[in-house]
């Protein structure tokens, strides 16, 4: 049974949700189905249906190249900036502290925790307030505190965020903040550190 998501319940699906957010507040990128795939979580026939349905709708434009099908944002239509502004308010937690924090140095791990992960994860309740991040490593505190008023900024919420040691993360001490936040539904961010 598909359940509306808790984030945004006038959307199918979260996959939707997180399909949306990702290609409206990139504008500027181009996306093969492959890539959104991989990026979603979902299989490439899966993005497929929904950019289909999205591309009829005007929602998103397409082209082929070769054998591959680019996929964009239409930012020409009046549709464009209060659904990019509402996706950005639901779903764009993941994609910008993703984007904001990948290129950050000193960050091991990151993860979105409490009640706008709870939402994520499909437990009932309000909108969120806030997004709580949990970043694992030692990045530098000033840079983090400019990444959370930028990320506060573009997604019109307070954005808090809480750095603690890889040893802290992973000792799995009685520390009553950590074992809270561990009991709790976590969203992983999926950050390409390669490059670190």
């Given amino acids: ?18 399909l949306l957010a990702l290609v409206l507040l990139h ?3 181009e996306y093969s189905i492959t890539e959104l795939a991989a990026d979603v979580g979902v299989t490439p026939t899966a993005v497929l249906r929904e950019v289909d ?16 099908r680019l996929v964009k944002a239409r930012t020409d239509t009046p549709l464009y900036r209060p659904l990019s502004e509402l996706m950005s308010v ?3 937690p993941v994609p910008v502290l993703t984007d904001a924090l990948a290129g950050l140095e000193g ?5 979105i925790y409490g009640s706008w ?15 709580d991040v949990l970043v ?10 400019d990444l959370a008023e930028e990320a506060s900024r573009r997604l019109r919420r307070e954005v808090n965020v809480h750095r603690v ?9 009685d520390d009553p903040f950590l074992t809270g936040v561990r009991e709790r539904p976590l969203v992983q961010l999926n950050l390409d550190l390669e490059a670190q």
């Fill in 1 to 18: 049974m598909k359940v509306s998501p808790s984030l945004l319940p006038i959307l199918r699906s979260r996959m939707q949700g997180e």
């Fill in 90 to 92: 639901s779903f764009g």
């Fill in 165 to 173: 040691s890889v040893e802290a993360w992973e000792a799995r001490t």
């Fill in 107 to 111: 960050v091991e791990r990151a993860y």
């Fill in 53 to 68: 349905r999205l591309a009829d709708g005007g929602i998103l434009t397409d082209r082929r190249v070769g054998r591959s």
């Fill in 136 to 145: 694992v490593g030692d990045p530098d505190a000033d840079a983090l505190f």
């Fill in 117 to 131: 992960a709870a939402r994520y994860n499909g437990e009932p309740g309000p909108p969120p307030a806030d997004v």
């Fill in 27 to 29: 504008p500027e990128r």
